[in-house]
T-cell receptor, first 114, second 111 residues
């Protein structure tokens, strides 16, 4: 069975500071990893994905994520946070042959303050 | 280009009733997936359909069913509604597999 852990329910950061939202995963097989963002009362928006190749993945809105196989982690990062980045962030995993069955974490609420 | 569209956006039902939710995928996408998001939790996979065939099913009871039409749109049906079925139901489309593009969701409240 595959699983995702987002150890922090909430992350607070000051605008202009770097941010990190943590994610660890557990799969039997090669993982495909995703980050999505959800604004209040909205659907999920795709940010970035890791399939294979470079461990540093760049995505939308200046976000990036680093895949670390030995630590089974896929942390989301941004060099300089904006107030508008405040939202709920979900990490998700699926495996090869798993179709579109994504397993999501419980989400991390990011709050960026002035 | 239009994104994934879902209807209705909000609905209220009572226990024991039945509900049908609808989804139109992004043009060119042939796969539709359904997810349930209970308040405070991450989305849970319910179904995937591709070319009108079920390609995956999550751990949901038989009260949940779905189908995909020749134009690739999809319906999710839930029978004998329970209070615990109250959630945001998300539809997502993709070419076959790959990143999913989600709609805004249908928020179901069961009283």
């Amino acid at each position: 069975a595959q699983s995702v852990a987002q150890p922090e329910d909430q992350v607070n950061v000051a605008e202009g500071n770097p941010l990190t939202v943590k994610c660890t995963y557990s799969v039997s097989g090669n993982p495909y990893l995703f980050w999505y963002v959800q604004y209040p009362n909205r659907g999920l928006q795709f940010l970035l994905k890791y399939i294979t190749g470079d461990n540093l993945v760049k995505g939308s809105y200046g976000f990036e994520a680093e895949f670390n196989k030995s630590q089974t982690s896929f942390h989301l990062k941004k060099p300089s946070a904006l107030v508008s980045d405040s939202a709920l962030y979900f990490c998700a995993v699926r495996v090869t042959g798993g179709g579109n069955k994504l397993t999501f974490g419980t989400g991390t609420q990011l709050k960026v303050e002035l | 280009d239009a994104g994934v569209t879902q209807s209705p956006t909000h609905l209220i039902k009572t226990r024991g009733q039945q509900v049908t939710l609808r989804c139109s995928p992004i043009s060119g996408h042939k796969s539709v997936s359904w997810y349930q998001q209970v308040l405070g939790q991450g989305p849970q996979f319910i179904f995937q359909y591709y070319e009108k065939e079920e390609r995956g099913r999550g751990n949901f009871p038989d009260r949940f069913s779905a189908r995909q039409f020749p134009n690739y749109s999809s319906e999710l049906n839930v029978n004998a509604l329970l209070l615990g079925d109250s959630a945001l139901y998300l539809c997502a489309s993709s070419f076959v597999t790959g990143e999913l593009f989600f709609g805004e969701g249908s928020r179901l409240t069961v009283l």
